[in-house]
């Protein structure tokens, strides 16, 4: 029987620089031939991916913050059940661009929700072995991607909200010192992939 792989997940203000990391992470373990599986949340599946597209839809203004937070807890659990915990439990390094704490953040601080609110919607979550978390403020994260996506509900909530998600993440690392890690992302990328590879190492991931 194969060893259960390793779950990493990425996060951070929208701009952060996850998909640059990402990119770099993945070059660096087909160097190095390691086993690994790239995906996102919400998404990574089909149905997972339909489920986003409502979500992220500029269009659907009348969207509740309930259903909002509903929505992202489906499409994790589709996502989940189809494609990490199959990939975990064949032994493969499993990095996904957001997770779980995405929720804590952007529902359970920003709208409002509340961290017990949104566990309890999660419940069937597993934890992650490690999150990286790219800590650079949301006003920065904007000017690195020169402005927000017009097309994206997300990230049209405004600025005051985004910066109401930044304190949700510090107060996950405030919460969970050992698994979330913060990375200071206002270095070059390459500084900050090379952070993410030691980390690795250091937890004998890679």
Do not use: W
């Amino acid at each position: 029987m194969s060893t259960r792989g390793k779950f990493i997940t990425l996060e951070g203000c929208d701009g952060c620089g996850k998909s640059t990391q990402l990119a770099l992470l993945s070059a660096y373990l087909k160097k190095r031939g390691i086993a690994h599986l790239f995906t996102r949340e919400p998404g990574g599946s089909k149905i997972a991916e339909e489920i986003r597209a409502m979500i992220l839809n500029k269009d659907n203004k009348e969207m509740t913050d309930s259903c909002e937070a509903l929505l992202y807890a489906a499409a994790r659990v589709q996502h989940l059940e189809e494609k990490v915990l199959p990939a975990l439990n064949a032994g493969t390094l499993v990095i996904c661009d957001r997770y779980i704490d995405s929720s804590y953040a952007y529902q359970g601080e920003a709208r409002g929700l509340g961290y017990e609110a949104v566990k309890e919607i999660n419940r069937y979550a597993i934890s992650p072995d490690l999150t990286i978390f790219l800590d650079i403020a949301p006003e920065d994260a904007f000017a690195r991607k020169r402005g927000i996506d017009e097309n994206d509900r997300m990230e049209l909530q405004g600025l005051a909200f985004h910066r109401k998600v930044y304190e949700g993440y510090r107060h996950i690392a405030e919460r969970e010192p050992e698994r979330f890690v913060p990375v200071d992302s206002y270095c070059s990328a390459e500084e900050v992939h090379k952070t993410i590879v030691s980390l690795l190492q250091q937890r004998g991931i890679v």
